[in-house]
Structure formats: structure tokens, C-alpha cells
């Protein structure tokens, strides 16, 4: 037989690009199939940055500069930094309202969130307050918001407070509890 007449060709015609759309559709749904438990987790992981970014520089408000309150705590000099941020903070736990000889309001509300104590700072005695502000989702998982707000119960002055964003799914490969 000779190959002159167009069935026997040993090219590709330019109409096979290919592309077997039953094949891609089973492969789709195939793979949404096996991504749908983790839904939850990809929308919160994605969702949270963005959030946290239209936050921005308002996250953060100081009320008192270092200066302003080294000032009315009457510190005149600084000692050297030898632990991390918070390696002095001492949890209150259920005490709340006392510790030692400092006498503090267990709840404060600023801006309509209301704030609960729950560290110490055991050395300038600043108390670390936190809130949590949750919106609850469809399918058992949440975006919130968490609040912190410094205050100095000596001069009775709020120092600063902080606002973060974050996601909580359930991971269906670990039990299903919330992350």
C-alpha cells in the first residue's frame, strides 16, 4: 500500500491540537473533588494577608510615647534588653482584678471592644488586656479579629493597642479540629 492518499498520512493534522476536553473535565472534577475538604483552609490562608493588609498602620496606636511614660512612671534610666518582648509577662489567669501589690480593672472597654486582662509584665507591672472578635462562616470555620491593649495601672494610662487578623478551619486530616 502507499502512503499518496491522505489516510495513510504520518502527520498530524493541524485540526488535532491535542486536547481531549472529556479527559480534562474528568481530570477537573477529579481534583475539585480532591480539594474540597481543604477549601476552608486555602480561602483562609489566601484571605488572612489581604486582611491584614487592609489593616495596615491603623493595626497599631500608641498613646503614650517611651518618653511620655518613662516620664510619669518617674524612669530615668533604661536597663539593658536582655530577654525577648514578652519573656516577662506573667499569666494571670483566673486571678484577674490583683497581682502582688498592683490592683487593675479585670475588664477594660476602649472603642466598644471590651478587653479582659490576662498577662503581666512581672517588672514595670503593664498589664497586656486581649480581645477576640470572630465572624462566624458557613461550614464550621471562622475569620477574626484579634485586639491587645497595653495598660499601665500605676498612672492608670492605656500605652497602646495592636489589631490582627486571622482564620480558623477545620483540618479534616487532623480530627477536624479548628486551627
Known amino acids: 500500500m502507499k502512503c499518496d492518499d491522505k489516510s495513510c498520512s504520518t502527520t498530524k493534522s493541524k485540526s488535532d491540537t491535542g486536547f481531549h476536553f472529556p479527559c480534562c473535565m474528568c481530570l477537573f472534577v477529579i481534583l475539585f473533588f480532591m480539594t474540597m475538604p481543604f477549601m476552608q483552609w486555602i480561602t483562609a490562608e489566601i484571605t488572612t494577608p489581604i486582611r491584614q493588609m487592609m489593616i495596615g498602620d491603623k493595626g497599631i496606636q500608641i498613646y503614650l510615647k517611651p518618653e511620655e511614660w518613662r516620664e510619669l512612671r518617674g524612669i530615668t534610666t533604661i536597663p539593658p534588653k536582655i530577654e525577648g518582648p514578652l519573656d516577662n509577662f506573667y499569666y494571670l489567669g483566673w486571678e484577674g482584678g490583683e497581682y502582688d501589690d498592683v490592683s487593675f480593672p479585670k475588664f477594660i472597654e ?37 485586639y491587645r491593649l497595653f495598660y499601665d495601672p500605676i498612672i492608670h494610662k492605656i500605652i497602646a493597642s495592636s489589631e490582627d487578623a486571622f482564620g480558623e478551619y477545620p483540618t479534616p486530616l487532623a480530627g477536624g479540629g479548628k486551627l
Open 110 to 146: 476602649v472603642e466598644g471592644i471590651k478587653y479582659e486582662a490576662n498577662y503581666i509584665d512581672k517588672k514595670t507591672r503593664v498589664i497586656l488586656y486581649y480581645a477576640t472578635k470572630y465572624n462566624e462562616l458557613p461550614y464550621f470555620w471562622t475569620l477574626g479579629t484579634s
